[in-house]
């Protein structure tokens, strides 16, 4: 239908979401579950976005963390 990347990003909060919008667009956007993720950290709000991100990539890659 079109040649351009497509990109999808509402309401993509947990790693399933991310595997179930990878299947079907060329990019997963994550917004406000990145940005909770560090609102809602007590001390280390760097580290709690850090792994939020970590969790969300894990659908769609096995690199090492």
Known sequence: V???PI???????SAQDVAHIASIADL???G???VA????ADAHPVD???A????LA???TQRPQ
């Open 48 to 50: 709690a976005v850090v």
């Open 7 to 13: 990109a999808a990003g509402f309401g993509i909060k």
């Open 58 to 60: 894990s659908a769609i």
């Open 52 to 55: 939020k991100t970590r969790e």
């Open 32 to 34: 406000s579950a990145i």
């Open 37 to 40: 993720a560090g609102a809602q």
């Open 28 to 30: 997963v956007v994550v």
């Open 2 to 4: 079109c040649d351009l």
